[in-house]
């Protein structure tokens, strides 16, 4: 059988593909299985990235996390972000101001999210008593103005 490129020397060999002086082997899928799975690592071999953990949340914190996530790249990404912002609080988030997300019907997300992001939720729920509450709370931060645009919009103090 001759092929196309013939006179750059291409040619047809069962079971191999000779093209331009260079040799492909023709693998089978078995083989290519085989040779994959010998590549992947194993589970026990690296330390976990994220985890997928499913929360019962505020229909109006999923909806600023979704609009945060457009923002940070991701949603896990915005809530990760949110989730330091809170452990830097030094006094809890005021009922007051939580009231308006906390009071929307509840639904349920699952996210992908790094482990510590996991374990100061888990820890947060002490202070504000559900995850869903931890989560309202950092949805109340994210949908703060940037404290930063405040600072540019200020008019410098003019000396008289």
Do not use: W
């Amino acid at each position: 059988m001759q092929g196309k490129n013939q006179g750059r020397g291409c040619e047809f060999i069962p079971g191999k593909a000779r093209c331009c002086s260079a040799t492909i082997p023709a693998m089978t899928k078995a083989k290519e299985r085989k040779r994959l799975d010998s590549m992947e690592q194993n589970p026990a071999e690296h330390e976990r990235r994220s985890d997928a953990k499913t929360f019962k949340l505020p229909l109006t914190a999923l909806k600023i996390f979704e609009h945060a996530g457009r923002v940070h790249g991701q949603q896990s990404r915005a809530i990760q972000i949110a989730v330091e912002l809170l452990i830097r609080e030094s006094k809890r988030l005021p009922d007051a101001a939580l009231s308006g997300i906390k009071n929307s019907p509840l639904t349920s997300k699952t996210y992908r999210l790094p482990p510590r992001t996991v374990e100061i939720i888990q820890a947060m729920v002490i202070q504000y008593g559900t995850q869903g509450d931890v989560l309202a709370a950092c949805a109340y931060l994210l949908a703060q103005p940037d404290p930063a645009l405040k600072l540019l919009q200020m008019t410098p103090h003019k000396s008289g």
